[in-house]
């Protein structure tokens, strides 16, 4: 692969990454519960990947395995604090807490590889976070909403699965990584909608996506 062909590979995940926050604030206000929107959002890719990669998975490694399953409970916790985060807050401001694990990433690899940060990395931080500051500091020292802290954590989860991945992967094949961890996150979310339960439609009359319970602003309306 060319390194054009993966900057634009790339291009196309980051757009699908961030489409998918508009996409799960439109499930959240249409009624639909957190661990289940979670759970549909894996399973269909667990079944997807099974389909378009199944000669990859028909003698899967125990160590794939492991990973993935590793992998994916690790996700099923940042998806979690990602759901119920985005539950109270706007998916415009969502997507941007969430994508601090960015600058992130050098701090993790500082921990758990000993590289040590480089001075831009410092600055890319110290920005993000200024960032931060005006998006959940509006009122001043202390005052961050709940739903910010869930999705400042969560961020610190992306970094910390990729981390994981890096240590655990070794030479094994990533799609067969990614459907154990589908797999895992799907069945954890599985279990959890059936404490949780199922509510809402998927298509609601109202398209208020960007809007917070109770909140006015960030209104954006979708087509009926």
Known sequence: ?????????????????GSSFVASKYCINSGMLQFEIVFWRFFLGTILTALV???????????????????GLVTALTFTLEMFGLAVTDAAKASFLTATN?????????LFFRIRPARRSLLAAALAMTGVGFLSLTEGLGTAAPGDLLLLVDAATYGLNSI?????AGEDSRVQ??????????????????????????????????A??????????LPH
């Open 212 to 221: 917070v319970p109770g909140g006015g602003a960030h209104r954006a309306v």
């Open 53 to 71: 990669f199944r000669k990859q998975l028909r003698r899967p490694a125990k160590s794939a395995l492991r990973t993935g399953a590793v992998l």
């Open 177 to 210: 990584i990614s459907f154990f961890q589908f797999l895992t996150t799907a069945a954890c979310m599985g279990v959890l909608t059936l404490v949780q339960g199922t509510g809402g439609n998927l298509c609601p009359s109202g398209g208020d996506v960007f």
């Open 1 to 17: 692969m060319t390194r054009r062909s993966a900057s634009w590979l790339l291009l196309a995940a980051s757009a699908m990454w």
């Open 102 to 110: 960015i600058v992130m990433m050098p701090f993790l690899c500082a």
């Open 164 to 168: 994981l991945l890096v240590k655990l």
